[in-house]
């Protein structure tokens, strides 16, 4: 069974350019969460989405980034325009909850991020 | 969500036991303790999860005093590819609403 994949794994942009990530959750997963860690930091939550609804925003740092998940399959995230603090590493989970398991999140390898 | 606490690294040799303990001093009664690892370059990954007492899989053993302020992570006989950063995680389950928040975690390094 493939993992949760992420594309791409690493880009390189100047500032004020726009970049967007994506995340492919695992098959019949629900729920996608976006997280990030930023230089020197713990990694944050950033929103999630059940199905193509957003449950919760409220980690969003700015109306700079963007996330869709059109189809409730796979989501995108975009940054415009990217600032140098927007640096970091953005992680993708996903998760099915039935009840009866434990909820547990899969994360994706992440995309590394550098504004410059 | 409660807070934690946990050493900022650790060093053990392979074959050792390895202890790494998290406390919780608000934890909620319908909180849960979750352990996630993360390799270099890789998104975190589940380790072990539960409630009270003890509960072990084919990977770790958590450890879970009565009180629920702390819990143990117990790795048996480490070897080099458990060198990761442990990630010690407090919150309710199985509510299908859960944002994981992450703390420092501790920076295992087994040297041969």
Redesign the interface.
Known sequence: EAG?TQFPSHSVIEKGQTVTLRCDPISGHD?L?W?RRVMGK????LL?F?KESK??ES?MPNNRFLAERTGGTYSTLKVQPAELEDSGVY???SSQ?D????????????TRLTVL | LAKTTQPISMDSYEGQEVNITCSHNNIATNDYITWYQQFPSQGPRFIIQGYKTKVTNEVASLFIPADRKSSTLSLPRVSLSDTAVYYCLVGPQNTGFQKLVFGTGTRLLVSP
Request: glycine content about 14%; proline content about 3%; overall charge negative.
């Open positions: 949760v729920n969460y997280y713990e990694i944050k939550f999630h059940v449950q919760d980690g992680f993708c989970a909850v009840g009866t398991t434990t909820d547990e999140q899969f994360f994706g390898p992440g």
